[in-house]
């Protein structure tokens, strides 16, 4: 193999499509943990947490949503991302990314959410995002949660345009995208969940509240989850990426880790009757004759 083709090799990424070779760029951006910027940044509104199901009573309406509600986008687009009112996710609206044909494939696209501002850095929070990707073979889409104060990205997931669920993690060799294995169900709504605690060390991610990753590298940039930004890189083949229901949640003051509900351990027969019969002599039980 001559190095022309090596490097041709490591460049690009070629999917068939109807006996069509597609050529794609590897993601420039694929080993930043510097936070994304919008075009023109919001002060932060300092809060705990941010709700998002884009209706029209939480201040949205249909077309481009750079500056509605807060959100913001990217330079590069004044087209992308828009209020969707045809068959959303839930509700009567949801946000939509789809191709903008004045810019090149491979420019990033995307909304950013409101700014929550500083938070107190030890406590937990946590993202989730209902998704829906109508096909594969188009665009990659990114949710990225970020720290905008402390100039970090927190977190990032990428729902590759071959079906794939990638994520961000440093797993010895600098920070780079993992492939979990987990595809993503086309044109199927699906929930991604990701978990920050800052004082564990852990980043844990969920699709549909299985877990499929926990990070080698645990935190390995911000702190806090501040902001959410949903990023296409505008390499659609006519399949849009949906996202509803947005949930970022700093959990701030409380100071208390993520714990999954607790299994009751199975006791049998004969461990419930000497339960019963525990909480009988302690007065707290009643037993009817």
């Given at each position: 193999?001559?190095?022309?083709?090596?490097?041709?090799?490591?460049?690009?990424?070629?999917?068939?499509?109807?006996?069509?070779?597609?050529?794609?760029?590897?993601?420039?951006?694929?080993?930043?943990?510097?936070?994304?910027?919008?075009?023109?940044?919001?002060?932060?509104?300092?809060?705990?947490?941010?709700?998002?199901?884009?209706?029209?009573?939480?201040?949205?309406?249909?077309?481009?949503?750079?500056?509605?509600?807060?959100?913001?986008?990217?330079?590069?687009?004044?087209?992308?991302?828009?209020?969707?009112?045809?068959?959303?996710?839930a509700?009567?609206?949801?946000?939509?990314?789809?191709?903008?044909?004045?810019?090149?494939?491979?420019?990033?696209?995307g909304?950013?959410?409101?700014?929550?501002?500083?938070?107190?850095?030890?406590?937990?929070?946590?993202?989730?995002?209902?998704i829906?990707?109508?096909?594969?073979?188009?665009?990659?889409?990114?949710?990225?949660?970020?720290?905008?104060?402390?100039?970090?990205?927190?977190?990032r997931?990428?729902?590759?345009?071959?079906?794939?669920?990638?994520?961000?993690?440093?797993?010895?060799?600098?920070?780079?995208?993992?492939?979990?294995?987990?595809?993503?169900?086309?044109?199927?709504?699906?929930?991604?969940?990701?978990?920050?605690?800052?004082?564990?060390?852990?980043?844990?991610?969920?699709?549909?509240?299985?877990?499929?990753?926990?990070?080698?590298?645990?935190?390995?940039?911000?702190?806090?989850?501040?902001?959410?930004?949903?990023i296409?890189?505008?390499?659609q083949?006519?399949?849009?990426?949906?996202?509803?229901?947005?949930?970022?949640?700093?959990?701030?003051?409380?100071?208390?880790?993520?714990?999954?509900?607790?299994?009751?351990?199975?006791?049998?027969?004969?461990?419930?009757?000497?339960?019963?019969?525990?909480?009988?002599?302690?007065?707290?039980?009643?037993?009817?004759?």
């Open positions: 193999m001559n190095s022309m083709f090596k490097l041709a090799a490591a460049s690009i990424l070629v999917l068939g499509i109807q006996g069509l070779a597609v050529a794609k760029p590897i993601d420039p951006t694929a080993n930043r943990v510097e936070a994304f910027v919008p075009a023109n940044p919001n002060a932060p509104a300092p809060a705990v947490q941010l709700t998002s199901g884009f209706e029209p009573g939480e201040g949205f309406a249909p077309g481009y949503i750079g500056g509605q509600a807060g959100w913001t986008t990217f330079a590069a687009s004044s087209a992308q991302p828009v209020i969707n009112a045809t068959s959303p996710i509700g009567a609206q949801d946000l939509q990314i789809a191709g903008d044909g004045t810019i090149s494939a491979g420019t990033n696209t909304a950013f959410s409101p700014d929550l501002g500083p938070q107190n850095v030890t406590d937990p929070s946590s993202l989730s995002v209902d829906r990707i109508t096909a594969t073979g188009g665009a990659d889409y990114d949710v990225v949660p970020q720290a905008p104060s402390q100039s970090f990205l927190s977190a997931v990428k729902f590759g345009f071959l079906g794939t669920i990638q994520i961000l993690d440093d797993t010895g060799g600098g920070l780079a995208f993992v492939d979990t294995g987990i595809n993503w169900p086309v044109n199927t709504t699906f929930n991604l969940r990701i978990e920050l605690d800052p004082v564990a060390n852990t980043l844990d991610y969920y699709i549909n509240n299985a877990l499929i990753y926990s990070s080698v590298a645990g935190v390995f940039a911000g702190t806090q989850m501040e902001q959410v930004v949903l296409s890189d505008n390499f083949a006519g399949e849009v990426g949906e996202f509803d229901n947005v949930v970022l949640d700093t959990n701030a003051g409380a100071g208390v880790p993520f714990t999954p509900p607790a299994e009751l351990p199975f006791l049998g027969n004969l461990g419930l009757l000497l339960a019963g019969l525990l909480l009988a002599g302690a007065g707290l039980m009643a037993i009817r004759r």
